[in-house]
């Protein structure tokens, strides 16, 4: 489902400028700095676990968060890896991972859903900053599958949010098999994301077939700070 929200005068100018912004930087040249060499994907992911090793241990290492980390990514950008996760303000990505400045590429939105503009962001964080790895990484106690599964009548612009879930064929599926079950609705949420990613032509479907790029569903417990992997 594409976004269908009108948004502000000024929120559009402020888009066509990152737009212009972006543009520019794919039709440039490689920035003549060098840039950290990139993880093959198997090796980012067990970067990303092991620092949610570190997490849920409570021996984080805070890794890359001094004025000097500042002072390294100034110029540029090289992220290892885009995670596209909820808004929730229970699930910080550099946090729960244990990431510095510049590690992650991070995508939030209500029930991390995905359309134009967010795709359009991975390519970019896949295509010219080297990111080897896309996680979808859903939560459970999800607000937004909890109000798709409520029903009613949503206000405002989240019932947009209600009707792209409703959209979603994994959604209706468990509807169809478990009913009105909310941990099995995250799950088939997360993975709607990741076949939107797979699926994505022609840059990150090329990068997957050439095994430069993994898209992997991760599930995090906001009862326990754990994070898995759902395939």
Do not use: W
Not at 119 to 138: D, N, P, R, T
């Amino acid at each position: 489902m594409k976004n269908t929200v009108s948004i502000p005068r000024i929120f559009r100018a402020g888009a066509v400028g990152l737009a212009l912004v972006l543009l520019a930087s794919c039709n440039e040249k490689a920035p003549s700095h060098p840039a950290q060499a990139a993880l093959e994907p198997s090796a980012a992911l067990a970067k990303l676990l092991a620092g949610n090793e570190r997490f849920l241990n409570e021996t984080p290492a805070h890794p890359r968060q001094t004025h000097q980390r500042i002072l390294e990514t100034e110029g540029a950008q090289h992220p290892f890896a885009v995670v596209v996760t909820c808004s929730d303000s229970r699930v910080p990505p550099e946090i729960v991972f244990d990431e510095g400045i510049g590690d992650l590429f991070v995508i939030r939105t209500a029930g991390n859903l995905l359309g134009d503009l967010e795709l359009g962001s991975i390519e970019y964080a896949v295509e010219h900053l080297g990111a080897s790895l896309v996680v979808v990484l859903g939560h459970t106690e999800c607000g937004a599958v909890k109000a798709f599964l409520e029903g009613g009548e949503a206000c405002g612009h989240i019932k947009n949010i209600v009707e792209a879930l409703a959209d979603e064929a994994e959604e209706q599926q468990v509807l169809r098999q478990k009913g009105k079950d909310l941990p099995a609705c995250i799950e088939g949420n997360i993975l709607h994301g990741v076949a939107q990613i797979r699926q994505d032509e022609p840059v990150l479907s090329e990068k997957i077939r050439a095994g430069k790029l993994a898209v992997v569903p991760m599930l995090y417990d906001v009862h326990t700070g754990k994070v898995v992997v759902l395939e």
